[in-house]
């Protein structure tokens, strides 16, 4: 099959990218992985896509013109379709315009509960019964475009920040490939 050119963003471990890479292998997976950004040249998941030999572009998000440098890349690298995953910045009008529906995030909670950051902590403050993960469509509103997949499980009473983080991502593992899925099935 014809496998869309796809960007991973990302900032920190990169456990998503590295998911991401594996399951790209499938031969009926839709997307190849041919480019990572990072806005954080110590984020550790850039091992994973130099492990794999997948060119890797680090970009300073302090500098005002750095959506341009990353739209040039992306037209080298002719790439089709863009996945957040764990990328710490808040991209523009501008640029989702260059690529309407077809960026996607992850994010750790079950949205529209919990957007933005701290989210574990803010769960147990809370006193949730349950969470989980979910994997969006990005528009120019914080983690607020329409929803392509959830997945929850049941907060259990010893279930500290650490804990729901980690049963959070085992959940992402799935969720984030089966939405891709589900976002070229629909093409
Ligand atoms: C994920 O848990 C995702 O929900 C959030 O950032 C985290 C990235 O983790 N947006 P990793 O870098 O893929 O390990």
Excluded: W
Excluded at 39 to 60: L, R, T, Y
Excluded at 84 to 90: E, N, Y
Excluded at 168 to 184: C, D, G, H, N, S
């Amino acid at each position: 099959m014809v496998k869309t050119r796809t960007c991973i963003f990302i900032s920190g471990k990169g456990s998503n990218l590295n998911n991401l890479i594996k399951k790209s292998r499938d031969y009926n997976f839709p997307i190849n992985i041919n480019l990572v950004i990072s806005n954080n040249p110590k984020a550790e998941g850039i091992k994973h896509a130099k492990k794999n030999s997948i060119p890797i572009f680090i970009v300073n998000t302090k500098k005002r013109n750095f959506e341009n440098k990353i739209l040039k890349i992306l037209k080298e690298k002719r790439i089709n379709f863009i996945c957040l995953a764990g990328f710490m910045k808040i991209i523009s009008r501008n640029f989702l315009l260059n690529f309407k529906k077809k960026i996607i995030n992850v994010h750790p909670s079950l949205l529209p509960k919990f957007k933005g950051l701290n989210t574990f902590s803010r769960i147990i403050k809370n006193k949730e019964k349950k969470t989980g993960c979910t994997v969006h469509y990005v528009n120019e509103k914080l983690d607020s475009g329409n929803i392509i997949i959830q997945k929850f499980f049941y907060i259990k009473k010893n279930d500290n920040e650490k804990i729901l983080k980690s049963k959070t991502q085992y959940l992402e593992y799935r969720a984030f490939p089966e939405a891709i899925i589900k976002v070229f099935r629909k093409n």
